[in-house]
Structure formats: C-alpha cells, structure tokens
Nanobody, 120 residues
Framework: QVQPVDSGGGLVQAGGSLRLSCAAS????????MRWYRQAPGKQRELVAA???????NYADSVKGRFTISRDNAKNTVHLQMNSLKPEDTGVYYC??????????????WGQGTQVTVSS
C-alpha cells in the first residue's frame, strides 16, 4: 500500500507564506512526477505545480513567481513553498504521486488534502 500524506496547511493573511509537505510511504520502487493540485469551493481541481525526478518544474500561470515546488528523492517527499499568498489561493491542496511500486507496476496516488485559507 502507498499513501502520500499532506501537511502544512492553515490560515494566513494575504501576503503571508505557508509551506506544504507531502511524504509518500509504503512499497515504492521509484517516483516519476510529484504534483500539487488545489480545489477551491465550487471549482474543479486544478494543477498548481509539478516536479519530475530530475528536478524539472512547471507551474500554473497564477502562481508563477510566488510558489516554489521542491522534492527530496531519498525521502520520497515534495514541498510547496507558497509566498505572497492571495485570497484566491484558498482551497484544499492535494499531493499527487506518479510512481512505480515495482519496476512494472505504475500508478497514481493522492494525499488526503490539506486546507489553505488566505484571508484578505
């Protein structure tokens, strides 16, 4: 069984910062891409940031220059540093891991989500 666990959400004022973390545990052979998604009330889940095992990153236009994704391959963890937060960043943030459990078994696994609330 593989289970990513998200943490680090909370309530912050506009302009503030938060750091989200996600640790994937269980039977893992290797992790390809780790991503952060978010879902605001009444809206569809959207991709916020992604990072490959080699360290290549991409970001949603709405967070470029404010958010930074990073990962520690040895610990199967991914972080999202969020600066200059805006009320529109409010939502539940989910970690997603695209990984191999064995050299031949690949799947996607989701964290349980962590709430981020940015007050104006």
């Amino acid at each position: 069984q593989v289970q990513p666990v998200d943490s680090g959400g909370g309530l912050v004022q506009a302009g503030g910062s938060l750091r989200l973390s996600c640790a994937a545990s269980g039977s893992i052979f290797s992790i390809n891409v780790m991503r952060w998604y978010r879902q605001a009330p009444g809206k569809q889940r959207e991709l916020v940031a992604a990072i490959t095992s080699g360290g290549s990153t991409n970001y949603a236009d709405s967070v470029k220059g404010r958010f930074t994704i990073s990962r520690d391959n040895a610990k199967n963890t991914v972080h999202l540093q969020m600066n200059s937060l805006k009320p529109e960043d409010t939502g539940v943030y989910y970690c997603n891991a695209d990984l191999y459990r064995t050299p031949l078994v690949r799947g996607e696994y989701w964290g349980q989500g962590t709430q981020v609330t940015v007050s104006s």
